[in-house]
């Protein structure tokens, strides 16, 4: 069975980091588009970045491009979140996703929460002011 596990989520304080983990098990990832999502009380959940399976292209939302950066270690089956300069806004559930839909798809669909087959179960961030 494939599964998604998050790790690295905490309380900081605003203007700090964190990492963000994501391990993928139960089958081979590295030919997956991933992402990262995220989910605030009240709020839908929201596209945050991407990464391609050979991570030759990455993107990000507009309110957190410059601050966070994506990246993934294939042998590892792992996908990582580095977040820094962290505001009290960017304070949700952070929720990792793999996309088996092909790397041409996958280039327009994005930022699309049902581009996803898999989800992990999510990692809480919250940043103080």
């Known amino acids: 069975q494939a599964q998604l596990v998050e790790s690295g989520g905490g309380l900081v304080q605003a203007g700090g980091s964190l990492r963000l983990s994501c391990v993928a098990s139960g089958r081979t990832f590295s030919n997956y588009g991933m992402g990262w999502f995220r989910q605030a009380p009240g709020k839908e959940r929201e596209f945050v970045a991407a990464?391609?399976?050979?991570?030759?292209?990455?993107y990000y939302s507009t309110s957190v491009k410059g601050r966070f950066t994506i990246s993934r270690d294939n042998a590892k089956n792992t996908v990582y979140l580095q977040m820094n300069s962290l505001k009290p806004e960017d304070t949700a559930i952070y929720y990792c996703?793999?996309?088996?839909?092909?790397?041409?798809?996958?280039?327009?669909?994005?930022?699309?929460?049902?581009?996803?087959?898999?989800w992990g179960q999510g990692t809480q961030v919250t940043v103080s002011s």
């Open positions: 990464i391609t399976w050979s991570s030759s292209r990455t």
């Open positions: 996703a793999a996309s088996n839909r092909g790397s041409n798809i996958f280039l327009s669909t994005y930022p699309d929460r049902g581009a996803y087959d898999y």
